[in-house]
């Protein structure tokens, strides 16, 4: 047995189809690319999941461990969140 670890924060963002109808490929993207130029890519990992069962409130993302979730979310709200996940604030 090997083992490995992981960042203590990852952020689970859904890409269902109503997600990704409203906009969670590129706001996946576009998170992807802040956290390399934040040098912070190591820090928080970034896992798509398929339909989460919250499609009303598309798109959705969820911080764990802290377990706060965004619905209806914009690139702003990603870029604040993981400010405060940074800043230990969640
Ligand atoms: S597609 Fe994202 S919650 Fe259903």
Do not use: H
């Not at 690319?33 to 970034?46: N, P, R, T």
């Not at 461990?65 to 993981?82: F, G, H, M, Q, R």
Request: charged share 35%.
């Amino acid at each position: 047995m090997s083992k490995f670890s992981i960042p203590e924060n990852t952020i689970y963002i859904c890409e269902g189809s109503k997600c990704s109808k409203r906009g969670s490929r590129e706001l996946y993207k576009n998170l992807k690319q802040y956290l390399k130029s934040k040098g912070v890519k190591d820090d928080i990992e970034l896992i798509v999941t398929e339909c989460t069962d919250r499609c009303k409130y598309a798109p959705v993302l969820a911080a764990q461990p802290s377990n706060i979730w965004l619905k209806e979310y914009t690139a702003k709200d990603v870029v604040k969140l993981v400010e405060d996940i940074l800043k230990k604030k969640v």
